[in-house]
């Protein structure tokens, strides 16, 4: 190799001062190297782990991050840094392991159904007692699961302990459960190597997504976050239009603002909770579940003046919410598939309007469930990684063609009443919603396709 001087190995990488926090610079811009140096770390600062997390695996995240600093000096150690996250995601998989359990693991003989434990410092001797020549390594001894006392197959593989966070619900979302797949193709590809380059957009995304699984299995969402976000904030809102004869006036503001709209003309409004930058707003009906994010109506819809009298009087306030793993029901009927809705307002259908086949379906999206169902309606199979889910027959005659992954949980399918006790026996709802006929205007609604019901 050459010898470079002290100097050749401190002088800035001018690949890396092309990357700026405007885009990647072709022409003869570049950044200062002081600037640089300021940029790369800023763009991985806001990614700190929970205190609750470890020593070890804190100290190995760190060394992910100085390693993605001081790519200003080598470009390469962007590479070096976005492969070596993925040995510390494993590494942070197996010590939460064994601090689940406190160091003692628990298993079970699943043909004569002794239980057994092992007590352990390190996830080391978990590998030990699981693989060829270990104590519990033949095949009839099971992990015993905390969560549920259920048995899973467990033998000390990153696709093991991916299986096993999740079902000890470390982990959740449906989106999320495809990546889970990819994490481990690429901890195997990163195993195997190959000589490869990674830019530093691609670093600093798996080091965020990387603080965001640890802060995750250690039980804490990430605000803002992208895999695991915190739950997020909704407020009073108001979705307001008019027709005119022109073209039709729409506008959108938060409540408090509502005292100071002053627009000529009757404006019909509506009140509801939500999320302001949902884009799904105006696609707003109390019936379906048409915006991206959760949202409730509050009021309406009424002329403005009604609607500031009713703020004035109750003066709602913002609420937090959860979007993972929501749960929605759709049905199937003469031919047709229903729009998402919230189990307690199908639980609000008339008797006239129960017949078909019914589905309860959890999704982090109204439009993954919709997905879903439509393709159970089509007679096609998801084409999920994991065999167990996204396989419902559902009485349906399924093609031998996969379509793309479906990221839902089928959770139940049968009749209205079925489904109404499966909601009350498993989630304890019961109580239907007072169900409005309230939307935002016709001019926003989806142009319904001839296969797909609405009211």
């Known amino acids: 190799m050459r010898i470079k001087t002290f100097d050749e190995l401190i002088?800035?990488?001018?690949?890396?001062?092309?990357?700026?926090?405007?885009?990647?610079?072709?022409?003869?811009?570049?950044?200062?190297?002081?600037?640089?140096?300021?940029?790369?770390?800023?763009?991985?600062?806001?990614?700190?782990?929970?205190?609750?997390?470890?020593?070890?695996?804190r100290n190995a995240f760190e060394r992910v991050r100085t390693l993605h600093s001081y790519g200003i000096l080598c470009y390469e150690a962007f590479t070096v840094a976005d492969d070596l996250s993925w040995l510390v995601m494993e590494q942070a998989f197996r010590e939460r392991f064994v601090t689940y359990f406190n160091g003692t693991i628990p298993f079970v003989n699943i043909r004569t159904g002794d239980e057994d434990a092992i007590t352990v410092r390190n996830f080391e001797e978990v590998y030990q007692a699981v693989t060829p020549g270990g104590s519990h390594a033949k095949g009839v001894w099971r992990l015993k699961l905390r969560s549920n006392g259920q048995p899973m197959k467990f033998r000390a593989s990153f696709s093991?302990?991916?299986?096993?966070?999740?079902?000890?619900?470390?982990?959740?979302?449906?989106?999320?459960?495809?990546?889970?797949?990819?994490?481990?193709?690429?901890?195997?590809?990163?195993?195997?190597?190959?000589?490869?380059?990674?830019?530093?957009?691609?670093?600093?995304?798996?080091?965020?997504?990387?603080?965001?699984?640890?802060?995750?299995?250690?039980?804490?969402?990430?605000?803002?976050?992208?895999?695991?976000?915190?739950?997020?904030?909704?407020?009073?809102?108001?979705?307001?239009?008019?027709?005119?004869?022109?073209?039709?006036?729409?506008?959108?503001?938060?409540?408090?603002q509502l005292a100071t709209f002053h627009e000529p003309g009757d404006w019909q409004c509506l009140i509801i909770r939500a999320v302001f930058n949902d884009e799904g707003i105006w696609e707003f009906d109390a019936r379906y579940e048409r915006t991206h994010l959760p949202a409730e109506l509050l009021w309406g819809p009424g002329l403005t003046h009604e609607a500031l009298a009713w703020l004035n009087v109750h003066r709602p306030e913002p609420d937090t919410t959860d979007y993972l793993d929501r749960l929605f029901v759709l049905r199937i009927h003469n031919g047709r598939t229903s729009l998402a809705m919230r189990p307690e307002v199908a639980l609000a259908r008339l008797a006239d309007r129960r017949d078909g086949q019914w589905f309860i379906v959890k999704a982090d999206y109204p439009n993954d469930a919709f997905a879903h169902v439509r393709h159970i309606k089509n007679g096609v199979v998801c084409g999920d990684p994991s065999p167990t889910v996204c396989q419902v027959q559902s009485g349906?005659?399924?093609?031998?063609?996969?379509?793309?992954?479906?990221?839902?949980?089928?959770?139940?399918?049968?009749?209205?009443?079925?489904m109404a006790r499966h909601l009350a026996d498993r989630f304890a709802i019961t109580k239907p919603a007072v169900v409005s006929a309230a939307k935002v205007h016709p001019q926003f609604s989806l142009d319904v396709a001839p296969d797909v019901e609405a009211d």
């Open 11 to 57: 002088a800035p990488d001018e690949r890396t001062l092309r990357f700026t926090p405007l885009g990647f610079s072709m022409g003869p811009q570049i950044l200062k190297p002081e600037y640089a140096a300021e940029f790369q770390q800023q763009v991985i600062a806001g990614c700190d782990l929970h205190p609750d997390v470890p020593e070890d695996t």
């Open 160 to 256: 093991h302990l991916l299986k096993w966070a999740r079902q000890e619900g470390l982990l959740h979302g449906q989106r999320n459960r495809s990546i889970e797949e990819v994490y481990r193709r690429i901890r195997n590809r990163v195993a195997h190597p190959s000589y490869h380059i990674t830019m530093p957009p691609a670093s600093a995304r798996t080091i965020h997504d990387l603080a965001e699984v640890i802060n995750r299995l250690w039980g804490h969402a990430t605000p803002g976050g992208r895999l695991y976000p915190a739950p997020l904030e909704r407020e009073v809102i108001v979705v307001a239009w008019r027709d005119t004869e022109v073209e039709p006036s729409y506008k959108i503001m938060r409540g408090y």
């Open 396 to 418: 349906v005659t399924m093609t031998s063609t996969p379509i793309p992954f479906c990221p839902v949980e089928p959770v139940f399918d049968g009749t209205w009443d079925e």
